[in-house]
Nanobody
Framework: QVQLVESGGGLVQAGGSLRLSCNAS????????MGWFRQAPGKEREFVAAVDWSGGSTSYAGSVKGRFTISRDNAKNTVYLQMNSLKPEDTAVYYC????????????????WGQGTQVTVSS
């Protein structure tokens, strides 16, 4: 079992930055791959970014590549999503999730999910 708790969401103006955090407890954190997903109102949940067990490899959705950075600190059991140059279309509930598959972009490969944190970007 893995319990995930996100934090760091909020309201920011377009062009601003936010850093999301996701703290994990339970199963050995360093053995699981982590991902961030988001769901905007009226839309399906979509992949944002993923990081492998070591933090050495990452994957991004095209819409956030170059603006968002995923990272992890295994000593703190925490994964981060640094979001820069935010746009109104980034407004969504952001979820972190855990998977035993490396760098998967498919939601069904993620077994454990956090409760989500709201990010709102005003224009």
């Amino acid at each position: 079992q893995v319990q995930l708790v996100e934090s760091g969401g909020g309201l920011v103006q377009a062009g601003g930055s936010l850093r999301l955090s996701c703290n994990a407890s339970g199963r050995t954190f360093s053995s699981i791959s982590m991902g961030w997903f988001r769901q905007a109102p009226g839309k399906e949940r979509e992949f944002v970014a993923a990081v492998d067990w070591s933090g050495g490899s990452t994957s991004y959705a095209g819409s956030v590549k170059g603006r968002f950075t995923i990272s992890r600190d295994n000593a703190k059991n925490t994964v981060y999503l640094q979001m820069n140059s935010l746009k109104p279309e980034d407004t969504a509930v952001y979820y972190c999730a855990a998977s035993t598959l490396r760098l998967s972009v498919q939601q069904h490969n993620y077994v454990y999910w956090g409760q989500g944190t709201q990010v709102t970007v005003s224009s």
